[in-house]
């Protein structure tokens, strides 16, 4: 039976020696230095066991113009052998964020066939309010044995896929995660201006709580998504696909299956001015 995209707090306490638990985050360098903000942070107080997993550099590809673009199956595979994952573990992930990152591994998890994956849900908010212990330092673990061959299709899409959606040329229902200002082109983060043409809008911060940092219940995600068309392949997509991949863990918790992330997203979209984009009232 595969497992729910969650796990509990609580669940994960009463079996921690169950589970290779890893921390996802992301290089964050402070002005004048050469310290790592995410790391300091993992060493001041971590959840018991777990390792810092890197998704700026050992779970990115660094060749790609834009960031945070996902690995290819040699380098995901050397990744999550750093961070002791073995054949068969079940691994847990989560981030002291709003989980973007945490989803982020996890669908990659997904993508390069380590299923038995699950994100902690509310990270490391909800481990800390249920009173449960953290561990300070750096953890380490002997190298896992883990290994893909390949990506499996239906995870990501790219430029082409998602221009063939725009063009009427395959069926895809597009999907903006990113702030409202951003989606209709009020506020400039990126290159140009704007959305997709016939992109759907659902920010991301809609989705979550915005006390426990955990998503929505079923019910009420499922009524957030309520506009989608069940029988039509989504394609998420946000800045550079770290948010795009957190909305992709919450429409795996509402029940959707047919989801992709389009990995280049508005960094790869917007960069290249032959491709289209559309603003509300302009």
């Avoid at 360098?29 to 971590?46: C, K, N």
């Avoid at 016939?198 to 709580?209: K, V």
Wanted: net charge negative; aromatic share 8%.
């Amino acid at each position: 039976m595969a497992l729910q995209p969650l796990l509990s707090a609580a669940t994960l306490a009463s079996d921690l020696d169950g589970y290779r638990i890893l921390e996802a985050g992301a290089r964050a360098v402070a002005a004048g230095t050469a310290e790592d903000l995410a790391q300091q942070s993992y060493r001041q107080g971590h959840l018991p066991g777990a390792l810092f997993a890197d998704l700026w550099a050992a779970f990115s590809d660094p060749a790609s113009p834009w960031p945070y673009q996902r690995p290819g199956a040699e380098r995901f595979t050397h990744a999550a052998q750093a961070v002791g994952v073995r054949a068969g573990q079940r691994v847990v992930v989560y981030d002291r964020a709003n989980g973007i990152w945490a989803a982020r591994l996890w669908w990659l998890f997904q993508a390069y066939g380590h299923t038995a994956v699950q994100v902690l849900d509310g990270g490391l908010d909800a481990w800390c309010a249920a009173g449960l212990p953290l561990e300070q330092g750096e953890e380490s673990a002997a190298p896992g044995d883990w290994v893909t061959s390949a990506e499996r299709p239906g995870y990501f899409v790219g430029r082409d896929e998602v221009l063939a959606v725009v063009n009427g040329q395959r069926p895809g229902q597009l999907l903006n995660v990113l702030r409202r200002p951003v989606f209709t082109g009020e506020e400039l983060r990126y290159t140009r201006r704007g959305h997709i043409p016939g992109s759907q809008h659902m920010p991301h911060g809609a989705l979550i709580d915005p006390g426990s940092h955990q998503l929505l219940p079923v019910a009420a995600l499922q009524a957030r998504f309520a506009a989608l068309n069940p029988g039509t392949p989504i394609i998420t997509y946000c800045g550079s696909g770290i948010t795009a991949a957190g909305t992709a863990l919450a429409l795996a918790v509402a029940g959707w299956h047919n989801v992709a992330v389009y990995d280049g997203s508005m960094a790869e979209w917007t960069a290249d001015p032959g491709l289209p984009l559309t603003t509300l009232g302009g």
